[in-house]
Structure formats: C-alpha cells, structure tokens
C-alpha cells in the first residue's frame, strides 16, 4: 500500500498538481504545498488518477455497488473511476452525478446517471470544509441509499479552520465522526513527508512542510 502512495504522489509531482512552495490557502494559511486536482485535465492522467482511485478502493475492501461524483469535480472522476473498477472487477459498476441546478424539463431532476442504490461511495478530490460531503449523503440518503464511505485523492490531515482559528479536528475526521462513515484516501500528507525524506531533489521542503504540520497538523 505505502508503494501505491508513494508512487501517487510523485505521478502527482510529474503531472504539476503538487508544487511546492509558499501558498496562501482559501483559509488565509500560507501553506508550504499546494495540491490541485483539477490539473489532472488529459485523458492519459484521467485514466491513471482513476486507476490509482479504484487500486485504493479495492485494497480497503470497503464494500460498495456504486459511485457517485458530487458535481462538478466528482463528475469526471466517478465516471473514470467506475470504468476502472469494471474492468478490475469483472463487474459493471454504476455511477452517478448531481447537477448544482435542479432541471425543471426533460426527466427533470438533480440526478444524472444509474439509480442511486444499494452501497453507495462517494469520490472527490479532497475534503476541505465538508460541504460537498454534507450536500451528497443528503441526495443519497434521500434515495434511500447507503453511503458506504468517501474516496478522496489526498487527506492534508490538516485541522479545520483559518490562519489563527484553529479546529482541534480536520475537516476529514469531523466527517468520520458526524457519519459514521470511513474516508478512505489514495495518500496523505504522511506520505508527502515521506516522499521528502526520501527524494534529495526535494528535501530542502522537508523542514517547512515539518513546521506546517506541526502548527495545523492532527
């Protein structure tokens, strides 16, 4: 498992959607690494996200029957990743997405996809205040689904909050705790620190992304 989390964040490296540096954060922190999915946007990297999504989902054998993508992030990577995961399993894994608007013509509705049901995990990329979590247990829920956990690309194991309010919880271990739910992630901010320990072309980070977890870490 460790080699699978390794190996994802330097794909992440390569691909630019993990930089190092000095970022300010929409919480006001200025944060020494910066992580954004959204730069996985070719079909090739698409792909290999998706691959690392469902390797991670089926070593955690969390049960599930299907995928839902919160819109819009979610969209592409639930459709990716169940398309992986049909091929892993030998199963033809259904998925679904929200609309942020509800349609008022056609089949009308918030729901695109197969008919939510059975054990339902969610995929995004992370989990920042909770909210799309939140928006997405109450569409599944309302369904009469069951939410089975939350698959993300990266936990920052960062207590919620701002630069100087500071939540004794991270924004994953609040959902943990309010749902009941596992939150399971392709790596985490553990293996970031590893990769630095262990790559010489990235050390000199080491010492800041040290001091920033021990400020806002859990």
């Keep these: 498992m460790n080699a699978l989390r390794l190996d994802f964040v330097r794909f992440a490296l390569e691909q630019g959607v993990l930089k190092f540096g000095e970022f300010e954060t929409k919480s006001g922190r200025l944060s020494p690494y910066f992580f954004n999915a959204g730069l996985f946007n070719t079909g090739r990297s698409l792909g290999r996200l998706a691959t690392y999504y469902a390797e991670t989902l089926l070593q955690s ?5 299907m995928i839902f993508g919160p819109a819009y992030k979610g969209i592409s990577l639930a459709a990716a990743t169940a398309m992986v995961l049909s091929e892993k399993t030998g199963r033809d894994i259904p998925y679904a997405f929200n609309r942020k608007e509800k349609k008022d013509h056609g089949e009308g ?6 008919p939510l049901k059975g054990k339902v995990i969610i995929i995004d990329d992370v989990i920042t205040a909770g909210t799309s979590v939140r928006e997405s247990v109450d569409i599944i829920q309302g369904q009469q689904a069951t939410v089975a956990g939350v698959l993300i690309a990266l936990d920052r194991m960062e207590k919620a909050g701002n630069a100087t309010d500071v939540s004794s919880l ?16 392709i790596a985490s901010l553990n293996d970031i620190m590893m990769f630095l320990k262990e790559d010489d072309r990235f050390q000199t980070y080491e010492a800041s992304v040290e001091a920033y977890r021990r400020r806002y870490g859990v």
């Design 109 to 114: 509705g918030v729901l695109v996809g197969s």
């Design 170 to 185: 991270s924004a994953v271990q609040e959902v943990q705790n309010t749902y009941h739910f596992p939150v399971i992630s």
């Design 61 to 65: 054998n969390v049960e599930f029957d």
